[in-house]
């Protein structure tokens, strides 16, 4: 199936996402965007950074995601920080004209 340019429309959620996890990282910003944009916004980050932010997601910290990464906790926190940045470029719009 081809990676679509523009979010998908609408939706709610069916299943097991990372915004289902209480996680003070994960900015309220998200918790007002559909499902489905929200899920095209992730597969929208490099993969070093999806993997992370994933990580974070299920409530891990940062050690324990450089330990299974194999990389540093400084790494892990440069991924997050430009993970959120990019998220919040793409998911912004959809948060402020209240689209759920």
Known sequence: MP???EPPEGGGRSHH????VQNDDVPATYER???E???WAIRKLPSNQRVT????????DH???????????GAV???LFNAR????????????????
């Open 3 to 5: 990676e679509r340019d």
């Open 17 to 20: 996402h990372p915004l289902d």
């Open 33 to 35: 965007v559909a499902e």
């Open 37 to 39: 944009r929200f899920d």
């Open 53 to 60: 932010f994933l990580l974070k997601a299920e409530g891990l």
């Open 63 to 73: 050690k324990e995601i450089a330990r299974r990464l194999g990389i540093t906790a």
């Open 77 to 79: 926190a440069q991924r």
């Open 85 to 100: 940045q990019t998220l919040n470029r793409l998911l912004q719009p959809y948060a402020e004209e209240g689209v759920h």
